[in-house]
Each structure stands twice: as structure tokens, then as C-alpha cells.
């Protein structure tokens, strides 16, 4: 049977999924939000006595970091390298100048605070860690925001916890990780949603051991002195990116690398994004456009069955 938890957590609606009895389930997966909980007090930004906040405030110092803060923080290093730069969490100076200074929830039910634009060059090369004793040290200028990644590598540690017990799914707010195939082998389902029909789906994916995750501009948008902004930050222009990917979904090895690949076609636009995205062989991904017209990857007919991704 499979049974499943819904709760909010990180900014987003969560649902983990694992195929128990019943009994064991009811015991299980009520943990699942405590585990999140705990995490998100270390990884936080808009939590102003999270580790990450009181990092960002210790600008100049030496600071000891918890287990869980290295992995995050070495993961988003990671992941910057990866994506050649174009997903850093050196980001958060021009998040926070672009208007999203608070929880995403209160932007949406109380617009958003006017920042000043940041001049500051400071950069991740100027980061000091000391690996042996787990210290880090951020210069003058600098903030950092786990972002995506800290959702991914949440979901992945959820996987990790529930498998012990039986196949599952995590879903953090669209970064999504399946376990293994559920007991009678099939893949678990997932869908693609349609960013301009909410309620209705574009394609079904099926995954056992992927990640998949979505970056979109329908979502996490705002206004800010009547310009439309959003979350996913061109670095190479300290703004929003200016880009005609309305949604663009990306399945990978894992949800880290999906959804760090998902921002990264984002960011380049649906014709570099797809080029790009179809020199990963182990990537593939659902593409739309801010016309509404669909662009497909060629390795999407892995995961996907119908005949509009088989033709691709």
C-alpha cells in the first residue's frame, strides 16, 4: 500500500510517499516534517537565527559549521562549478535587490521591500573553508542562499531515511526524488505539469532511482515599481533572466542535478538550453516556451511513453 504525508515546509508543499503496511507508514512518515524541520533551521535564509543567517551576519569571521551545513554548502559548491557559474549561492545580494528579501509567502500576501542595488565584487573565490574542523568564513559583501539545492539535497535525504523501510517518493515543492520501483516493479509515476493550465498535465514521467525538478517563471514571480520579477537570477547580469523558457523540467541522475540543470536551460534560453541539454547523456527534459510552444529533449523518451515524446 502506498501511503503519503502532505505538510509545508522550506516555502513549498511537500509530500512524501513510501509503499508499507499501513501500520508501519503511520510510524514512519510522520517524521518526515520533523527531519525537515530540523534541517531548515541550519539552511534557512529567512530564519534570522538559522546557521545560514548567522553566517551571513558573521561576514569576516571564522564560524564552525554543523555537519549538515558542510554537505549543503560543499553540494552548492559543487553545483556552481557544474553549471559553470549560472547556479551559485552567491546569489542572494541580487535576489534580495530584485525584491525578494522575505519568505515568498509574505511577498505574496504583502508585496515586497525595495532594496538598494549592491555594488559589491565580492565573490565565492574570496570563501574561506577549513575542512578538518568544518570552518567557514564568508568576506565583507558576500551572502549566500542555498536555495534549490538545499530542497534537493532534502529530498534526497529523505529517500535516503524512507528506502530502509520500502519504495519512495519525496516531493519538495517540484524537486522530486524517486526510490527504487515500487514492489511490483513498476516505475512511480509523475507528472508535468502545465505552467499556463495548472490543472491540467502535459506529459507523464516514469522514474525509479531519478530526480526530476522543474524551474519556472509562473510561480515565484512579483512586481517591483511595475517591472514583473522572478527567482531565477542571470548572474551574468546580477537580474532575473530575461529569457523566453516559460518551465523547463529536467530529469537526472539525481534531484540536485535536476534541479540545478533545470535553472541552468532556464537561464540560457530554450534553443542554448536545449543544446546544452542534450550534451548531458544523462539528462533529458520538457521545455515551454513562453509562447506556449514545447521543445523535448531526445533522451526524454526514456522516462516518458507517449508518442509525442517517443517521436523525439
Given at each position: 500500500?502506498i501511503?503519503?504525508?502532505?505538510?509545508?515546509?522550506?516555502?513549498s508543499?511537500m509530500?512524501?510517499?513510501?509503499?508499507?503496511?499501513l501500520?508501519?507508514?503511520?510510524t514512519?512518515?510522520?517524521?518526515?516534517?520533523?527531519?525537515?524541520?530540523e534541517?531548515?533551521?541550519?539552511?534557512?535564509?529567512?530564519?534570522?537565527?538559522?546557521?545560514?543567517?548567522?553566517?551571513n551576519?558573521?561576514?569576516?569571521?571564522?564560524?564552525?559549521?554543523?555537519?549538515?551545513?558542510?554537505?549543503?554548502?560543499?553540494?552548492?559548491?559543487?553545483?556552481?562549478?557544474?553549471?559553470?557559474?549560472?547556479?551559485?549561492?552567491?546569489?542572494?545580494?541580487?535576489?534580495e535587490t530584485?525584491?525578494?528579501?522575505?519568505?515568498f509567502?509574505?511577498?505574496?500576501s504583502?508585496?515586497?521591500?525595495?532594496?538598494?542595488?549592491?555594488?559589491?565584487?565580492?565573490?565565492?573565490?574570496?570563501?574561506?573553508?577549513?575542512?578538518?574542523e568544518?570552518?567557514?568564513?564568508?568576506?565583507?559583501?558576500l551572502s549566500?542562499?542555498?536555495?534549490?539545492?538545499?530542497?534537493?539535497?532534502?529530498?534526497?535525504?529523505?529517500?535516503?531515511?524512507?528506502q530502509?523501510?520500502?519504495?519512495?517518493?519525496?516531493?519538495?515543492?517540484?524537486?522530486?526524488?524517486?526510490?527504487?520501483a515500487?514492489?511490483?516493479?513498476?516505475?512511480?509515476?509523475?507528472?508535468?505539469?502545465?505552467?499556463?493550465?495548472?490543472?491540467?498535465?502535459?506529459?507523464?514521467?516514469?522514474?525509479?532511482?531519478?530526480?526530476?525538478?522543474?524551474?519556472?517563471?509562473?510561480?515565484?514571480?512579483?512586481?517591483?515599481?511595475?517591472?514583473?520579477?522572478h527567482?531565477?537570477i542571470?548572474?551574468?547580469?546580477?537580474?532575473?533572466?530575461?529569457?523566453?523558457?516559460?518551465?523547463?523540467?529536467?530529469?537526472a541522475p539525481?534531484?540536485?542535478?535536476a534541479?540545478?540543470?533545470?535553472?541552468?536551460?532556464?537561464?540560457?534560453?530554450?534553443?542554448?538550453?536545449?543544446?546544452?541539454?542534450?550534451?548531458?547523456p544523462?539528462h533529458?527534459?520538457?521545455?515551454?516556451r513562453?509562447?506556449?510552444?514545447?521543445?523535448?529533449?531526445k533522451?526524454?523518451?526514456?522516462?516518458?511513453?507517449?508518442?509525442?515524446?517517443?517521436?523525439?
Amino acid at each position: 500500500m502506498i501511503n503519503q504525508i502532505k505538510f509545508r515546509a522550506m516555502g513549498s508543499q511537500m509530500m512524501a510517499a513510501l509503499e508499507v503496511d499501513l501500520e508501519l507508514a503511520e510510524t514512519i512518515l510522520p517524521q518526515v516534517p520533523q527531519w525537515i524541520e530540523e534541517w531548515e533551521q541550519s539552511l534557512s535564509r529567512f530564519r534570522p537565527e538559522s546557521e545560514l543567517s548567522r553566517l551571513n551576519r558573521s561576514q569576516g569571521k571564522m564560524i564552525r559549521v554543523s555537519e549538515i551545513f558542510w554537505d549543503v554548502l560543499n553540494l552548492s559548491l559543487q553545483t556552481e562549478h557544474t553549471s559553470q557559474g549560472l547556479v551559485t549561492p552567491a546569489v542572494l545580494n541580487a535576489l534580495e535587490t530584485a525584491g525578494y528579501s522575505k519568505d515568498f509567502d509574505l511577498i505574496r500576501s504583502g508585496g515586497v521591500q525595495i532594496n538598494q542595488e549592491f555594488t559589491s565584487k565580492a565573490s565565492l573565490e574570496d570563501l574561506i573553508v577549513v575542512e578538518e574542523e568544518k570552518l567557514v568564513l564568508i568576506p565583507k559583501g558576500l551572502s549566500l542562499d542555498f536555495g534549490g539545492v538545499a530542497k534537493g539535497w532534502a529530498a534526497q535525504k529523505v529517500i535516503e531515511n524512507l528506502q530502509k523501510f520500502g519504495p519512495a517518493i519525496m516531493d519538495a515543492g517540484g524537486d522530486i526524488m524517486s526510490g527504487s520501483a515500487l514492489q511490483d516493479g513498476s516505475p512511480w509515476p509523475i507528472a508535468i505539469g502545465d505552467p499556463f493550465q495548472p490543472e491540467n498535465d502535459l506529459e507523464m514521467l516514469y522514474l525509479a532511482g531519478e530526480g526530476v525538478a522543474t524551474s519556472g517563471q509562473d510561480y515565484r514571480f512579483w512586481n517591483l515599481n511595475g517591472t514583473r520579477m522572478h527567482h531565477i537570477i542571470d548572474v551574468r547580469t546580477g537580474r532575473p533572466a530575461e529569457s523566453d523558457v516559460f518551465s523547463a523540467t529536467v530529469v537526472a541522475p539525481n534531484v540536485i542535478q535536476a534541479e540545478m540543470a533545470a535553472k541552468v536551460v532556464l537561464i540560457l534560453g530554450s534553443e542554448e538550453g536545449l543544446s546544452w541539454l542534450e550534451d548531458q547523456p544523462d539528462h533529458a527534459g520538457y521545455i515551454v516556451r513562453m509562447d506556449n510552444t514545447k521543445l523535448i529533449s531526445k533522451h526524454l523518451s526514456n522516462y516518458c511513453w507517449s508518442k509525442t515524446c517517443q517521436n523525439h
